[in-house]
Nanobody
């Protein structure tokens, strides 16, 4: 089992920045691939970014490329999502997720573990 807890969400004006954090505990080594997803009201959960164990491979949705950066600190069992140049359409509940490999990294149903989410609201 892996437990994930997100933090760092909040209310920010358009153009601002936030850094989300995801703290992991439990059998973190066996489910080392991490992803960030988001879900806005009335919409499906969508892929945002993902990172492998070493941090050497990162993946982004087209809508966030050049604005968001995913990173991790394995010594602290933490994964981060730095979000810059935020837009109102980035408003959503952001989730951290874990799986054991990078296959199908953009598909939510392929992830085994999920956090409770942290709300990000971007005002115009």
């Amino acid at each position: 089992q892996v437990q994930l807890v997100e933090s760092g969400g909040g209310l920010v004006q358009a153009g601002g920045s936030l850094r989300l954090s995801c703290a992991a505990s439990g059998r973190t080594f066996s489910s080392s691939f991490r992803g960030w997803f988001r879900q806005a009201p009335g919409k499906e959960r969508e892929f945002v970014a993902a990172i492998n164990w070493s941090g050497g491979s990162t993946y982004y949705a087209d809508s966030v490329k050049e604005r968001f950066t995913i990173s991790r600190d394995n010594a602290k069992n933490m994964v981060y999502l730095q979000m810059n140049s935020l837009k109102p359409e980035d408003t959503a509940l952001y989730y951290c997720a874990a799986k054991d490999n990078g296959n199908y990294y953009s598909i939510p149903t392929r992830y085994d573990y999920w956090g409770q989410g942290t709300q990000v609201t971007v005002s115009s």
